[in-house]
């Protein structure tokens, strides 16, 4: 009996040739898969199938271990993996005498220390295409129970990408259950890939292909674990996105329900804002008026926050009667105070561009303090609500005595208007437009006197 020590010394020398070996490997080549790290082609059976980077089990279906070779330590299992053994416990296996590593399939992905031995092997696009595509069904099942062993490593990976694209074309009926399922199990795994750019691609073309069946709603049940990490990350949101677009209502039913739990804390977030903004396209029915009556009843909070005032503008914007009402209701009397603010004064501009009420609201409580418009015009962002109340009422015959009003108000804070920029550009637009009208007045009087004169003439 060879000691342990022999093993680890030189592992290969273990194994001897014999047909079987060739006819695993002939198996393995066919399916399109070969390892470019093996010596060359002339290479013993042996030294090819023990490269680092392939396992066999006894249907002489391929597979990964991702396993380091170190001439002093013999095979090491490579660090920050998860890994089982419950599909490598076979008595017959001439492989299973090995090295343990040998026994071991990948499960995990827990950093970027598996890239460099994923990276080593390469696989024949155009026999693995050849394949799925043909009639062969004992081989077609064969490479697509093998790929779904690997699905996660597929998915993440930007040059083995196209393979996970095939697969996935590839599956119908009990394919993609059995591929589906995979995922369920693993559903960890599954979220963190959405947190990559390559696997968000991925995640994008399952969706795509499952959106008209039942799996759609495995899917969407696994990204709502984990909801509030998706809608906040610049790269994962896009899955959910993608939800939104491809998948029906009932589809994505659960994932707006985890949008109406977590409306605030989503609508004060950097990215989560925009992540619910998108959802607001394109949720409906129950859901959308208790989503939209949330923002509206928070929106005196959501008004002065960084992100959050993005998210009341958005709302604002729909001209939904009901929902616009709700949010005048609740800023009504705080017109004043959120026009000094920075990102509250575009709240409310938007009042008053959206709605009439909107606009008679703010304009009279700036009318309700004679001195409130020449405070507001010197203001770094008050002027701009002044400017919005003029341009807005003097384009409005039934509000023109407001306009004249606002004017009269600020007409003896002329000087004092002239020494900010903000009172300034206030002033420029009160003397275009009185510049505009005496102009026209001075106009009308001239085509009258050359009509008179030409008519006495």
């Keep these: 009996m060879e000691s342990s020590a022999s093993i680890r010394q030189n ?9 079987y070996e060739n006819s695993v490997t002939k198996s393995f080549q066919n399916l399109g898969l070969r390892d470019h790290s093996a010596a060359n082609s002339s290479s013993s059976v042996r030294t090819q199938w023990l490269s680092p980077n392939s396992v066999c089990d006894r249907q002489s279906i391929w597979g990964y271990c991702f396993f380091t070779h170190d001439e002093g ?20 296996d001439r492989f299973a005498a090995g090295p343990l590593a040998l026994g071991y399939r990948f499960t995990g992905i827990e950093d970027d220390s598996w890239s460099g031995e ?3 092997y390469e696989f024949d696009a155009s026999r693995i295409r050849t394949i799925l595509r043909g009639e062969q069904c004992e081989l077609k099942e064969t490479l697509i129970c093998s790929l779904q062993r690997f ?60 959106k008209k ?33 491809l998948l029906g209502h009932e589809q994505n039913e659960i994932l707006y329900e985890r949008t109406i ?28 008026s208790i989503l939209l009556n949330d923002i509206a009843d928070a929106s ?68 309700s303090d004679p001195k409130t418009p020449f405070q507001l015009a010197q203001d770094h962002f008050g002027n701009y609500v002044i400017q919005k109340a003029l341009l807005r009422t003097k384009e409005s015959d039934d509000l023109r005595e407001m306009y004249k009003s606002m004017v009269k108000l600020l007409k003896p804070y002329k000087k004092e208007l002239e020494r900010t920029a903000g009172g300034r550009n206030v002033m420029n637009l009160i003397v275009r437009d009185e510049g505009s009208r005496s102009t026209v007045c ?14 006495r003439l």
């Design 11 to 19: 592992p290969v020398e273990v194994f001897h040739d014999d047909p």
């Design 73 to 92: 330590d013999g095979f090491e299992t490579s660090r920050g993996f998860g890994w089982d053994t419950r599909n490598q416990t076979h008595e017959h």
């Design 118 to 120: 994923w990276s080593g």
């Design 151 to 210: 699905v996660f490593a597929l998915m993440t990976d930007e040059k083995k990408f196209f393979v996970f694209k095939m697969l996935v074309d590839a599956c119908n009926g009990s394919h993609l259950d059995s591929l589906v399922h995979s995922i369920s199990l693993e559903s960890e795994l599954f979220v963190e890939a959405a947190f990559r750019e390559q696997g968000v691609k991925s995640i994008g073309k399952l969706i795509n292909k499952v």
């Design 213 to 245: 069946s039942r799996h759609a709603f495995i899917l969407t049940q696994i990204l709502s674990t984990r909801f509030f990490d998706l809608m906040t990350d610049n790269t994962a949101r896009k899955v959910i996105q993608q939800c939104f677009m």
């Design 261 to 288: 739990v977590l409306c605030r804390e989503l609508a004060t977030h950097k990215i989560g804002c925009r992540s619910l903004n998108e959802c607001i396209d394109t949720i409906a029915g129950r859901q959308r």
């Design 300 to 367: 005196e909070d959501l008004s002065i926050d960084p992100y959050g005032n993005y998210v009341v503008q958005k709302v604002l914007d729909l001209k939904n009667s009901d929902v616009t009402s709700r949010i005048l209701c609740v800023l009504r009397g705080k017109h004043i105070v959120l026009a000094r603010n920075k990102v509250g004064s575009n709240v409310v501009e938007k009042c008053m561009m959206c709605s009439e009420v909107g606009l008679l609201d703010v304009v009279n409580e700036l009318l």
């Design 442 to 455: 001075r106009n009308t009087v001239e085509n009258r006197d050359f009509f008179a004169c030409k008519k």
